[in-house]
């Protein structure tokens, strides 16, 4: 496979960082997002010194202009948009009748309007990279790949995360929109729904007394899920080997979805 012009968002830690690092390892030529400056720098830097090439932006990518200037960025590097991982996201919980219309705003807008801007921006750009071939495009757009991660929240809820469980189903619908948007240029959308791993949600959520959840009890195979792990299904979505597959979500989480019984719900 050679060389794709790939943004990820969320670089810098957990499975965005992991992804960064799997895409690096294929050769990919990385443009990285996040709102933690020094942990996204430090990504950029292990890259480098792997022999990778990135580079990094600090923006708000709910913001129409900061995801202007992702765009820009890669276009700028790269010449080019051939994937897009968005790996960003935010986790909100709280009981239903507390949530505030800024709850409902900030969650809305780092979850799901973040999510439709990014996914604008490239499809629009996949689309306009396939009209500069003399065949219709297809074989142009064909490598053009956008993997949004997701939770297993996305078709579950509990009583405490309503916004965040409203934005992840949002979020996987607006995923099957853009597959069916890129689909005739040979382009592709997915998602990839996660539960269980570590360094991610769930090392911040708590029960009512402060104390983490063990989400490993309540996983089938008994354990929380490695970055790594979800970064390898998000590469293969973006990869030639699911090139008959979209408007689809794979969800790396354990067996949770596939549990019968009470547990938690929630999709960190």
């Given at each position: 496979m050679s060389a794709r012009s790939v943004i990820i968002t969320g670089a810098a830690t957990g499975v965005g960082r992991a992804v960064a690092e799997r895409f690096a390892k294929s050769g990919d030529r990385l443009v990285l997002v996040d709102h933690d400056e020094d942990e996204g720098k430090v990504v950029q830097a292990l890259i480098a010194e792997r022999g990778g090439e990135a580079s990094f932006l600090h923006v708000d990518i709910a913001r129409k202009l900061d995801v202007h200037n992702v765009i820009a960025e890669a276009l700028d590097l790269y010449g080019r948009i051939d994937v897009l991982a968005h790996c960003d996201g935010h986790f909100h919980s709280a009981p239903l009748l507390d949530i505030t219309e800024?709850?409902?705003?900030?969650?809305?807008?780092a979850n799901l309007r973040s999510a439709f801007l990014l996914n604008q921006a490239v499809a629009k750009q996949i689309m306009k990279q396939s009209a500069e071939t003399s065949d219709g495009g297809v074989d142009q757009a064909r490598s053009g790949a956008i993997v949004n991660i997701t939770t297993t929240e996305a078709v579950t809820a509990s009583a405490?995360?309503?916004?965040?469980?409203a934005a992840q189903g949002g979020l996987t619908q607006l995923t099957k929109a853009v597959a069916m948007a890129l689909s005739p240029y040979g382009a592709r959308a997915n998602s990839v729904g996660v539960a269980s791993i570590r360094k991610e949600l769930d090392d911040t959520e708590t029960d009512d007394l402060g104390k983490a959840h063990d989400t490993a009890k309540f996983t089938p195979l008994s354990r929380k899920g490695e970055p790594e792990e979800a970064a390898n299904a998000i590469h293969f979505l973006a990869s030639s080997e699911a090139s008959f597959i979209t408007g689809q979500t794979l969800f790396v989480d354990g067996g949770r979805l596939a549990m019968h019984g009470p547990g938690l719900t929630s999709g960190e």
């Amino acid at each position: 496979m050679s060389a794709r012009s790939v943004i990820i968002t969320g670089a810098a830690t957990g499975v965005g960082r992991a992804v960064a690092e799997r895409f690096a390892k294929s050769g990919d030529r990385l443009v990285l997002v996040d709102h933690d400056e020094d942990e996204g720098k430090v990504v950029q830097a292990l890259i480098a010194e792997r022999g990778g090439e990135a580079s990094f932006l600090h923006v708000d990518i709910a913001r129409k202009l900061d995801v202007h200037n992702v765009i820009a960025e890669a276009l700028d590097l790269y010449g080019r948009i051939d994937v897009l991982a968005h790996c960003d996201g935010h986790f909100h919980s709280a009981p239903l009748l507390d949530i505030t219309e800024d709850d409902f705003d900030n969650t809305i807008n780092a979850n799901l309007r973040s999510a439709f801007l990014l996914n604008q921006a490239v499809a629009k750009q996949i689309m306009k990279q396939s009209a500069e071939t003399s065949d219709g495009g297809v074989d142009q757009a064909r490598s053009g790949a956008i993997v949004n991660i997701t939770t297993t929240e996305a078709v579950t809820a509990s009583a405490d995360h309503s916004i965040f469980a409203a934005a992840q189903g949002g979020l996987t619908q607006l995923t099957k929109a853009v597959a069916m948007a890129l689909s005739p240029y040979g382009a592709r959308a997915n998602s990839v729904g996660v539960a269980s791993i570590r360094k991610e949600l769930d090392d911040t959520e708590t029960d009512d007394l402060g104390k983490a959840h063990d989400t490993a009890k309540f996983t089938p195979l008994s354990r929380k899920g490695e970055p790594e792990e979800a970064a390898n299904a998000i590469h293969f979505l973006a990869s030639s080997e699911a090139s008959f597959i979209t408007g689809q979500t794979l969800f790396v989480d354990g067996g949770r979805l596939a549990m019968h019984g009470p547990g938690l719900t929630s999709g960190e």
